[in-house]
């Protein structure tokens, strides 16, 4: 099965790292505002969700969350969360770690869209 968002061995390395410094974590992908579209990571239960966020998947046993209407424009491409050096967003855990979460993306074949549309309707 064909996932939609995955982490770089880079990504799951600082995910390890940050939960042993802050437990269990979870995703949102920004929409843009405050920290473009960078992945952000919070503690889990720091980041009230409303009924238009979605989850579509987990990166290193956190859920990734998305609001729908963001996932209306990435809907069609894989999320792929990666790490570079540099600060990120101020609200995202790894700020002070010098590195940040970024979103690569690429966009699904035919066939693993079909995949995926078949089993969210199944």
Known sequence: MVERVLATDAGLELIEQLKAKH???MFHQSGGCC?????????????????????????GDC????????????KHTQLIIDVVNGRGGMFSLEGVEGKRFLTRSRAF??????????????
């Open 23 to 25: 437990g269990p974590l």
């Open 35 to 59: 920290d473009g579209s960078s992945p952000m990571c919070f503690a889990e239960g720091d980041l009230f969700l409303g009924d238009q966020d979605l989850l579509i998947g987990t990166i």
């Open 63 to 74: 859920p990734f969350y998305i609001h729908e209407d963001q996932y209306e424009y990435w």
């Open 109 to 122: 074949t035919t066939e693993e869209y079909a995949e995926l549309a078949a089993s969210t309707n199944s």
